[in-house]
């Protein structure tokens, strides 16, 4: 068995596979490292579906960074082998009229700067369109034809296939518990099966569970879950697209996201963008508790009235590994030689994934990129707080629940 490799990737999610395939195509011997199965059930990329959306507030790196994002989700709906990303469009609505500085009316006026063209919306065009919606609860907002879902544990499959198909080598049954070094130099990991590799470069992108290989990020990754609720409804009629999309309901007051019912699954997803609870991610149960049920249904009561007895067929807690800036950690390590961390990605990193795996690869490379600044290595004071403008944060705005 080949023990010795150009790139050890520890993590086979969207970051560890999408970092493979760049690598590999840049002609690397590579391996993956992951406990299994791929998709692990346990990862954030693991689910049913995750929001593609190009609003990021005024935030115009990140917009220009979806575009293309975006570009490559159509692309790999010609190349998979199924389509995976779904161009539902997206609704993103407010129960005050919006204003400047808030996460969608920023959002609508940079798409307006870029050249797209969003729909705008009040009360009653919400009425009209989307009418699964209580009438009045929300008063402005736009939708985008421009962005929708993608099946994120389906295609987490697919890039796992294509890895193997490309040559990469997938251990999916090795858990990386110590990186190597000597004399200041990642030379390769230690597995607790036992098992020993060597490797020219090592690339740490386990998520939340990175900073138990890398301690020194203690401090600036913390493993937050989320809850994440699967309903079923007698009557999926208004939950379907067009008349109901992938939307934001106030998200930054409020945390609430959607989607429209899963063509595969039969069921409508409704979760949390928001503060979370603090989880270690071997020893903390991922539980959906009581309070967070009690919330969904007072969402869905003041929003989705047709939804809230609906049937909770599924929960689950989904990791965030956490920035507090709420930017990636994407750069080498400023102390040991050839130890490369991709990870944070704070809840809104799984969209990126058609250009991630080449931002990663320019990273390990040293490659000039324009976006590799926002992830560099930093120290980030106490006093930080997330950047990432869809993301409630009680203080930051008066919540609407």
């Known amino acids: 068995m080949l023990t010795s490799y150009d790139a050890l990737i520890v993590g086979g999610g969207i970051f560890g596979l999408t970092a493979a395939l760049a690598l590999r195509q840049r002609g690397y011997r590579t391996a993956v490292f992951d406990p299994g199965p791929i998709p692990h059930p346990l990862a954030a990329s693991t689910d049913i579906s995750k929001v593609i959306r190009m609003e990021y507030g005024a935030d115009e790196l990140y917009m220009e960074m979806a575009e293309k994002a975006l570009a490559g989700w159509q692309r790999w709906n010609e190349e998979f082998p199924e389509k995976l990303y779904h161009n539902t469009g997206v609704t993103m609505i407010t129960r005050q009229p919006m204003q400047p500085g808030g996460y969608e009316h920023d959002s609508y006026a940079l798409l307006l700067k870029r050249g797209h063209a969003p729909l705008r919306l009040d009360s009653t065009l919400v009425a009209e369109r989307f009418p699964a919606w209580k009438g009045g609860a929300y008063v402005d907002g736009y939708f985008h034809s421009k962005g929708g879902y993608a099946e994120s544990g389906r295609v987490v499959e697919q890039l796992a296939q294509q890895a193997l198909a490309a040559g990469i080598t997938l251990y999916a049954d090795q858990t990386v518990t110590q990186i190597i070094t000597a004399n200041g130099r990642a030379n390769g990991v230690r597995t607790s099966e036992g098992q020993v590799f060597q490797g020219g470069v090592v690339l740490v ?11 020194e990020l203690e401090k600036v990754l913390t493993p937050t879950g989320h809850p994440v609720f699967h309903l079923k409804t007698a009557d999926p009629t208004l939950f379907k697209p067009p008349t109901f999309t992938v939307f934001t309901a106030d998200i930054a007051n409020s945390g609430w996201y959607g989607f429209p019912l899963h063509p ?17 991610p071997v020893r903390d149960k991922r539980q959906v508790t009581d309070a967070d049920i009690r919330q969904l249904r007072s969402f869905l009561e003041s929003s989705l009235p047709m939804l809230k007895d609906a049937t909770i067929a599924y929960t689950r807690r989904c990791l965030y590994s956490d920035t507090p800036d709420g930017h990636f950690w994407i750069d080498h390590h400023p102390e040991i ?6 990870a944070g990605g704070s809840g809104h990193a799984f969209k990126f994934a058609p250009i991630l795996g080449g931002l990663i690869a320019d990273a390990v490379e040293r490659q000039p990129n324009p976006y590799l600044q926002r992830f560099r290595w930093r120290e980030l004071g ?12 009680p203080g930051r705005a008066a919540s609407s629940e």
């Open 264 to 280: 595969r699954q039969g069921v409508i997803k409704v979760a949390n963008h928001g503060v979370g609870q603090v989880v270690h």
């Open 382 to 393: 106490p006093a930080v707080r997330s950047e990432e403008a869809a993301r409630y944060q």
């Open 337 to 342: 030689t050839g130890l490369v961390v991709a």
């Open 205 to 215: 992108a386990a998520g939340a569970w990175t900073q138990l290989l890398v301690p």
